[in-house]
Each structure stands twice: as C-alpha cells, then as structure tokens.
C-alpha cells in the first residue's frame, strides 16, 4: 500500500514545473508547501483534465464513493490489477482519473516486531507522479467533497525488499495518457500501471517521528545516519 508521502518542494519550483510540463498558469495555488508527512484525510495537491485543459487543486487523500453519505467506504489505494472490475472504481477507472504530485513515499519494512520506515525517491527527478482517481460526493449534511484513492501496483527489486506493494509511478509520457479523458482503450490504461524501474528510485532509512502522521518537520525525510 502507499499511506504517506511527502511533497517538499517550494512554490517557486512547483509554478515552473506546472507551466513547463503541464501548462497550467498558476500563481495562486491553494496549497501549504512543503509537507514532510502528508497522510491519508489530508489534502494532497492532483491535476485533471477537463477535456480542455489541465487544471490543479487540493483532493481529500482516501476516495469515497459517489453513492456514500459519509466516509465510512474510504479508500486511500486502489489495485491497479482489479481497476477496471471493482464496483467502487471502475467508473471513475473510465471517466476520472488523476495525478498526484509528491516527491517521494514513505514505506515501513517489518524487521523482527519492528516496522522500519524508509523514504523512497526518484533519482532523476523533483517530482513524483502518482496514478490516481478522484470522485466528489454529497454528505448527510449537504456538503460536497472530492477525494481521491493512489493506484497500487506490485513491487520493483528495490521495493519488494521493503514492501509487497508500490504506488504507480507515472513518467512524463505516461502521464499525458493517463490524464488524457479521451482515451476509452482500458486495455492500454491499464498498461501504464506497472512498477516504476527500480533503477530510478533510490530508498533510504528515515526516523521514526514519522510514523506520527501528526509530526510535521524536515526530520522526517533527512536520513538516518
């Protein structure tokens, strides 16, 4: 599963990035940056596409799904193997579908009755893009809220030694194909979510004040000595 990620850059990197890779135009982004603990009910920063143009804001981590009157049914990952067959996703599978952007993951290894948590980065890269959906609901008391769920995969060598699952990852490419609505062909959605190579990614031994998804501070992503 995925249950924690982080989102470290500052403003200035992130509008360049969305005007350069995504072109969205954005200087007001209604979104607290940096986040050294970002966990599942809290806001994380996802790009759409209308149909026109891509578009940016804040989701609710854990997908609730439309017919729900409360958040008893939340999901904070989906199985990218099942994707198209689960009642609760296959809709938003074909028509609402996201990226989350972050720049790295925590993940914990057992070890004995330990878990060990690990922070996992890309090599390359300042960001990180997860293969998300996104729904928006009505609650008892009328409120509207929109969430969203990060697709799992199986793990690369570097991830099976930590975890038996990994968020999908998705490149520059895949991107635009996954965000893209046009695109009914399951068969070739599903195709982009595999594991990210492992040859990119680097994991490393973090603290454990992140295993308190309360605890906010460049603690949590500095490695362990």
């Not at 990852?169 to 991107?175: F, G, Q, R």
Request: hydrophobic share 40%; aromatic share 10%; proline share 6%.
């Amino acid at each position: 599963m995925c249950g924690r990620i982080t989102f470290t850059l500052d403003k200035t990197d992130l509008i360049t990035i969305l005007k350069d890779r995504y072109d969205i135009e954005e200087e007001d982004i209604d979104y607290y940056l940096p986040r050294y603990n970002i966990a599942p009910t809290n806001q994380v920063l996802a790009i759409i596409n209308d149909g026109k143009k891509n578009r940016i804001g804040p989701l609710k981590w854990g997908y609730v799904p439309h017919w729900a009157k409360d958040n008893k049914f939340m999901a904070i990952n989906a199985k990218a193997e099942t994707i198209d067959e689960k009642p609760m996703f296959k809709d938003a599978f074909r028509r609402q579908r996201c990226i989350i952007l972050a720049d790295g993951f925590y993940e914990w290894q057992k070890f004995g009755n330990q878990k060990l948590p690990y922070r996992i980065i890309l090599n390359d890269s300042k960001l990180m893009v997860f293969a998300g959906l996104w729904n928006a609901n009505i609650l008892e008391d009328g409120t509207k809220q929109f969430t969203c769920t990060i697709l799992t995969t199986n793990p690369n060598d570097l991830m099976k030694n930590i975890h038996d699952r990994m968020p999908v990852i998705l490149n520059e490419e895949t991107e635009k194909l996954w965000l893209n609505p046009r695109i009914s062909d399951l068969e070739l959605l599903k195709s982009l979510l595999v594991p990210y190579p492992d040859t990119k990614m680097t994991a490393y031994r973090v603290s454990e004040v992140v295993n308190n998804a309360r605890f906010e501070s460049p603690e949590c992503i500095r490695p362990l000595s």
